[in-house]
T-cell receptor, first 112, second 115 residues
Framework: DAGITQSPRHKVTETGTPVTLRCHQT?????MYWYRQDPGHGLRLIHY???????DKGEVSDGYSVSRSKTEDFLLTLESATSSQTSVYFC???????????FGPGTRLTVT | AQSVTQLGSHVSVSEGALVLLRCNYS??????LFWYVQYPNQGLQLLLK??????LVKGINGFEAEFKKSETSFHLTKPSAHMSDAAEYFC?????????????FGTGTRLTIIP
């Protein structure tokens, strides 16, 4: 158990509304990540953070923003949700010198 | 740039038979390689990792994988499949570049076990 929690675990929202997903870790790891998982695409990196207030884009960052004001929390925001953002979102942390990552339980987001 | 190809999006094997899930990678520098398993409605769990020590890596639940540089492969095997092995499996690669602490995942292989 890597001490990662995600909230909410499930959310249904309407197109055009803002949505914020929260990832919380208990072990002060420097690197945190947000992925989305879609059938046929595996996991794709949205954004990642390498420290407080230090973030960078992943391969599918359009339509998403992130913030990290504390080591333990990494927030993912959909400014104006679209149906194409219906997905399962996973948060992860990087541990050790071999870059292995440990994942949270996921958030299932449905945009209607 | 690093990339991963998993051959076969679905694999079915009989209970007790050999499990072989294929993964080929591309990396400009020596890689770290990983296999993850995902059970239904759960997050990903690290199965095993290769970090340039032994080329044959043993993981949890009886799985192992062999790093073959000449073939750029990191196939996952288990001698005898069990019903509880039914899950989706992801191969991932990370390059040993400082500051590039990112994993690139394959598209996954769903393993079905036939009773």
């Amino acid at each position: 158990d890597a001490g990662i929690t995600q909230s909410p675990r499930h959310k249904v929202t309407e197109t055009g509304t803002p949505v914020t997903l929260r990832c919380h870790q208990t072990e002060n790891h420097r690197y945190m990540y947000w992925y989305r998982q879609d059938p046929g695409h595996g996991l794709r990196l949205i954004h990642y953070s390498y420290g407080v207030k230090d973030t960078d884009k992943g391969e599918v960052s359009d339509g998403y923003s992130v913030s990290r004001s504390k080591t333990e929390d990494f927030l993912l925001t959909l400014e104006s949700a679209t149906s194409s953002q219906t997905s399962v979102y996973f948060c992860a942390i990087s541990v050790g010198s071999s870059y292995e990552q440990y994942f949270g339980p996921g958030t299932r987001l449905t945009v209607t | 740039a690093q990339s991963v190809t998993q051959l076969g999006s679905h694999v079915s094997v009989s209970e007790g038979a050999l499990v072989l899930l294929r993964c080929n990678y591309s990396s400009s520098v020596p890689p770290y390689l990983f296999w993850y398993v995902q059970y239904p409605n759960q997050g990903l769990q690290l199965l095993l990792k290769y970090t340039s020590a032994a080329t044959l890596v043993k993981g949890i639940n009886g799985f192992e994988a062999e790093f073959k540089k000449s073939e750029t492969s990191f196939h996952l095997t288990k001698p005898s499949a069990h019903m509880s092995d039914a899950a989706e499996y992801f191969c991932a690669v990370s390059e040993k570049n400082f500051g590039n602490e990112k994993l690139t995942f394959g598209t996954g292989t769903r393993l079905t076990i036939i009773p």
